[in-house]
């Protein structure tokens, strides 16, 4: 009872942040915008299709974790599960790369504020529900007794939403640190730098030092 209750605030809470992240992108991306040499014209399309774009990806992701769950799951009427399941998973894959593509249309590329920051708060929110289920799962595994079909919801939502926490912190990190992968292709590791060519030779003879060989005597 008191594990549903703390899923039911996490849920909450999901909710109105879901519902105030437009106006808040909106007014941080602006003010950011405006310190920037130069002007950003499509912020506001954008933030509009980066929101639909991270929202449909989290339905996505729970139709994904329910079909999952139906598949594993002991349940006898499991007919219900798979249509809730696809219910979700397609309209949540139509508008993402929907979203997907219409954002390669944008200017997303030479303005990236926008989509940085879609990307961290995508993170955050698969990360927020990856925990969660992670920790469900441990309930579960430490419960006395049977959990009834509720560890292998955790289980399901751990694989499902672990594995796009990976995705979503790699990805992100690659967009914010940078591509740190090996050196590029014609560098071999472990080679010394090539020295600097000597410099050519005078022509003639070296030049003598001070007195005379042999000493002459007068």
């Known amino acids: 009872m008191i594990l549903m209750t703390v899923f039911g605030q996490v849920a909450t809470y999901i909710a109105i942040v879901g519902l105030l992240l437009p106006f808040v992108l909106?007014?941080?991306?602006?003010?950011?915008?405006?310190?920037?040499?130069?002007?950003?014209?499509?912020?506001?399309?954008?933030?509009?299709?980066?929101?639909?774009?991270?929202?449909?990806?989290?339905?996505?992701?729970?139709g994904t974790a329910m079909v999952l769950?139906?598949?594993?799951?002991?349940?006898?009427?499991k007919g219900s599960i798979y249509r809730a399941g696809f219910g979700l998973l397609v309209p949540g894959a139509l508008v993402y790369?929907?979203?997907v593509s219409l954002l390669k249309m944008t200017n997303q590329d030479a303005f990236p504020a926008v989509k940085r920051m879609l990307a961290g708060y995508n993170l955050l929110l698969t990360g927020l529900i990856g925990m969660s289920a992670l920790v469900a799962a441990f309930?579960?595994?430490?419960?006395?007794?049977?959990?009834?079909?509720?560890g292998r919801a955790a289980a399901a939502g751990v694989l499902v939403y672990g594995s796009a926490w990976a995705?979503?912190?790699?990805?992100?990190?690659?967009?914010?640190?940078?591509?740190?992968?090996?050196?590029?292709?014609?560098?071999?590791?472990?080679d010394k730098p090539p020295s600097a060519?000597?410099?050519?030779?005078?022509?003639?003879?070296?030049?003598?030092?001070?007195?005379?060989?042999?000493?002459?005597?007068?």
Request: charged share 15%; net charge neutral.
């Open 26 to 62: 909106y007014v941080v991306a602006r003010w950011r915008a405006q310190r920037e040499p130069a002007v950003d014209p499509q912020l506001g399309i954008k933030v509009a299709l980066g929101y639909f774009m991270v929202t449909a990806l989290q339905v996505l992701l729970a």
């Open 69 to 77: 769950y139906a598949i594993i799951s002991s349940d006898e009427d």
């Open 97 to 99: 790369f929907s979203h």
């Open 139 to 150: 309930e579960a595994l430490f419960q006395k007794g049977s959990s009834h079909g509720f």
């Open 167 to 190: 995705v979503c912190g790699w990805k992100f990190s690659r967009m914010v640190l940078g591509d740190r992968g090996g050196p590029p292709d014609n560098v071999v590791m472990g």
């Open 197 to 218: 060519p000597p410099p050519p030779a005078q022509p003639g003879l070296p030049p003598l030092g001070g007195g005379a060989f042999p000493p002459i005597s007068r």
